[in-house]
């Protein structure tokens, strides 16, 4: 199983609060893994990635920051959201060879 | 940045009609994939073309790629309403770290 779990599902949180996504997935081990960010009707923007535990590398500098302490766990985290970091942040898992995504059901957050 | 640009970025048709959406790119490839989306969800995958094949089939989908133009086209044949969704391209430039490129997508509504 290749399955991707995210939480919270939803979130609403006010301006200048702390934030942390999770996600978890299952299969196997040291999989790439991916924070993707999709705004309103428009496209994904890759956020970070990761290789490996302790390896990330973020793609966009902005608010957030992510981490990953075990295998199969990344963490998407901000200590003061923005009105700017509301969206739709979906996780994924790279499959080995053709880099096809698998991705978790997403977390909406909204910053009000 | 997005690399891949879809077009139209809506498109409404009825039951049994063809839909055709075409997504353009701007740097050289590994392969190109297509993603569906149903509102509020994660991405799932759907076909991958590889930058040595001009075209491919799975099942109601065929996708072309022209690498001269960097251009690739989705076909779905004979659409019925659980086709609707978005859907997007994504770009694989062969780098190391599996990293994908998606563009805004076209929303596609089939009316029965």
């Known amino acids: 199983s290749q399955t991707i779990h995210q939480w919270p599902a939803t979130l609403v949180q006010p301006v200048g609060s702390p934030l942390s996504l999770e996600c978890t997935v299952e299969g196997t081990s040291n999989p790439n893994l991916y924070w993707y960010r999709q705004a309103a009707g428009r496209g994904l923007q890759l956020l970070f990635y990761s290789v490996g535990i302790g390896q990330i590398s973020s793609e966009v500098p902005q608010n957030l920051s992510a981490s990953r302490p075990q295998d199969r766990q990344f963490i998407l985290s901000s200590k003061k959201l923005l009105l700017s970091d509301s969206g739709f942040y979906l996780c994924a898992r790279g499959a080995s060879g053709a880099n096809v995504l698998t991705f978790g059901a997403g977390s909406r957050l909204t910053v009000l | 940045s997005q690399q891949g640009e879809e077009d139209p970025q809506a498109l409404s048709i009825q039951e049994g009609e063809n839909a055709t959406m075409n997504c353009s790119y701007k740097?050289?490839?590994?392969?190109l994939q297509w993603y569906r989306q149903n509102s509020g969800r994660g991405l799932v995958h759907l076909i991958l073309?590889?930058?040595?094949?001009r075209e491919k089939h799975s099942g109601r989908l065929r996708v072309t790629l022209d690498t001269s133009k960097k251009s690739s086209s989705l076909l779905i044949t004979a659409s019925r309403a659980a086709d609707t969704a978005s859907y997007f391209c994504a770009t694989d430039a062969g780098d190391s770290w599996g990293k994908l490129q998606f563009g805004a997508g076209t929303q596609v509504v089939v009316t029965p």
């Open positions: 073309i590889r930058s040595n094949e």
């Open positions: 740097t050289s490839i590994n392969n």
